[in-house]
């Protein structure tokens, strides 16, 4: 077994621990990973190893690749290799673990101290079979981060969350297969720096912007229509936007179809379902949004609803999207201020054989509570009396319906003023 060094381990002690045979015995059949047999050179597997093609290794303490034959005799099946939470300090022990993984899809050093760690020159060549890399709070450089996407000429997905990132370096080269970035939780504020992410990676169809303090966006419709040519979803939870007018550039993008944007100053005095429809109206081209897909029936309620929330605009303060409204749906009316809450009483007449009398009755009481009302009127027990109720709207249309369930509230059988109770002996 190879000694430890510098306090930190190696990649082979950890598959060896991991995967021996005592704590990953042998299994036959299809898909159960690959089998490596005792090694004639001196291999710490004194027996049969059986790893998986998705190698999950974090948290345990890796900072070095140990003996590259090893690794390479180990791993080279291996697709995916997650190493977060490990104390990677230098790029050139990562860079001897991928030279000897040649099929290596996704790399995932998450939590791994990299500040300040750069490669040699040619040191990248490693990385270059990668399509997906997660390099969430590894502090990297933007130098780092343009030397490795300049050697990996089919990378999709980029992670580059928590790494305290205030601006953008830009690089001379463009990453044109990159499709998907995720830079959330850094301090980027000034839209000049996410122009910069827009030159750097033009390919972008998914740019995820969350929790950043991104104040406005400064450009002009021609500019960001070039800028994200195939951008189709962006999400700017928590950013600092705080204008209308930032909302409808989002507009300029010509292919975006999702957005995604909650916990901006912008919606804070609304409610949620006027958020949604001023966000809806403003956004003609999106089919989903914060998660939600939008039909045509919420559209044209949202679209409506916008043209009513700005009726009492001054006429030079109107936006355009009012008048575009407008000519859709023609001027719309204030909706009526309708109160749907049950009453809480009704007048009615009560009728018991020959007598009759005017009874106000509580709504919100029980039939059960009404029958105990009742009692010392028609002088008979609850247990001995019927009670039916009349809709004097519908008169004898409808038969009777009786009242008979105990616990059910008087507003539920929608009783108004005018109609009747029968009471009737069992």
């Not at 790029?91 to 673990?97: G, T």
């Not at 081209?285 to 605009?313: K, P, Q, W």
Request: charge should be negative; charged fraction near 25%; hydrophobic fraction near 35%.
């Amino acid at each position: 077994m190879e000694s430890e060094d510098e306090g930190g381990r190696t990649l082979v002690q950890v598959i060896s621990e991991k995967y021996s045979p005592d704590n990953f015995p042998y299994c036959r059949g299809p898909g159960v990973g690959v089998v490596i047999r005792t090694s004639p050179h001196g291999s710490p597997v004194k027996d049969r190893l059986n790893l998986p093609c998705v190698l999950v290794l974090d948290g345990c303490g890796i900072s070095h690749a140990g003996d590259e034959e090893e690794v390479a005799r180990f791993c080279s099946h291996v697709v995916e290799l997650d190493l977060s939470h490990n104390q990677f300090k230098d790029w050139a022990e990562i860079s001897k673990i991928l030279s000897n993984i040649p099929h290596l899809d996704f790399l995932n050093l998450s939590m791994n101290p990299l500040k300040g760690s750069n490669l040699e020159p040619g040191g990248a060549e490693a990385f270059s079979g990668l399509r997906r890399l997660v390099l969430n709070n590894t502090h990297v450089s933007w130098d780092m981060v343009h030397t490795l996407t300049q050697e990996i000429p089919e990378l999709e997905e980029l992670f580059l969350c928590l790494n305290e990132y205030d601006c953008v370096n830009l690089s001379t080269v463009a990453c044109s297969s990159l499709r998907l970035l995720h830079i959330t939780d850094n301090q980027l504020e000034q839209w000049g720096e996410v122009r910069k992410l827009g030159l750097m990676y033009p390919g972008l169809a998914s740019l995820i912007l969350a929790n950043n303090s991104l104040s406005s966006i400064l450009e002009p419709e021609d500019l960001l229509q070039r800028l994200f040519p195939n951008l189709h979803s962006i999400n700017l939870h928590n950013s600092g936007l705080s204008r209308w007018e930032d909302i409808e550039k989002l507009n300029f993008f010509p292919k975006l179809r999702e957005v995604r944007l909650m916990g901006i100053p912008l919606l804070q005095t609304y409610t949620d379902q006027e958020r949604r429809y001023l966000m809806v109206a403003h956004l003609p081209s999106v089919t989903v949004l914060n998660g939600s897909v939008v039909t045509d029936g919420e559209r044209e309620d949202a679209e409506r609803f916008y043209i009513r929330h700005h009726l009492d605009c001054p006429e030079d303060e109107l936006p355009q999207r009012f008048h575009t409204l407008v000519a859709r749906y023609g001027h719309l009316a204030p909706l009526a201020d309708v109160d749907l809450r049950p009453l809480s009483s009704a007048q009615v007449e009560l009728r018991f054989g020959d007598h009759s009398e005017q009874l106000e009755l509580r709504l919100d009481q029980t039939v059960a509570d009404l029958k105990k009302q009742l009692r010392p009127v028609v002088q008979l027990p609850v247990n001995k009396m019927r009670v039916y109720f009349i809709d004097q709207q519908l008169g004898y249309a409808l038969a009777p319906q009786e009242l008979k369930y105990g616990g059910r509230a008087l507003h539920s059988y929608s009783i108004r003023d005018g109609d009747e109770i029968l009471v009737v002996p069992k």
